[in-house]
């Protein structure tokens, strides 16, 4: 029997999306912002690829989705009010960073540049591995506390 090879994507791609679905509903606030590290990352280097190969339609979707979960996933999951004025002072630093990732990756994809995926990509390396660093098991620290309570509005749907 014969299974054209989109057929095989397709059934991969809805296999991985049950898969992240199924994560992100028993993950904590804290793995919720892990992943969406981790498919940011993913995005970039999908975009990555397929500049490489010319492929603008693609690349220009790969670009968007990264920006997507920039904007609406990690800054929208930043809380000002919690952790008190050095967590404040860190959501605007947080905020101010993601908006120059998402100006990078819009450059990125507008002047077909590589070198502007690396610096989006390694920007958020570096804040991804000191999010990984933080033990979820201390509320009380500033950079969890300023984070963690969105993340859980996310979760939950509210």
């Known amino acids: ?26 993950a904590s606030p804290h793995q919720l912002i ?6 940011t990352k993913t995005a ?14 693609a690349k220009g979707n790969a670009i968007s989705k990264a920006i997507n979960i920039v904007d609406n996933g ?3 999951s930043l809380d000002a009010g919690a ?12 905020g101010a960073l993601y ?4 100006q990078r990756l819009l450059f990125a ?15 958020l390396d570096n804040i991804s591995a000191a999010w990984r660093d933080i033990a979820p098991q201390q509320p009380g620290d500033a950079a969890h506390a300023a984070v963690a309570p969105a ?6 749907g509210a």
Not at 151 to 156: G, I, Q, V
């Open 34 to 39: 892990a992943m969406l590290f981790d498919g």
């Open 99 to 102: 908006d120059y990732v998402s």
């Open 109 to 123: 994809n507008l002047r077909n540049d590589p070198a502007l995926l690396d610096e989006a990509d390694r920007l």
């Open 151 to 156: 993340t859980a509005r996310l979760s939950t």
């Open 1 to 26: 029997m014969y299974t054209p090879p989109h057929a095989c994507a397709s059934g991969a791609n809805a296999y991985a999306k049950v898969g992240t679905e199924s994560g992100a509903m028993s």
């Open 83 to 94: 952790g008190g004025k050095a967590g404040a002072e860190l959501v605007a630093n947080l």
């Open 44 to 57: 970039i280097t999908m975009a990555r690829h397929h500049m490489a190969n010319n492929e603008i339609s």
């Open 74 to 76: 990690l800054k929208a």
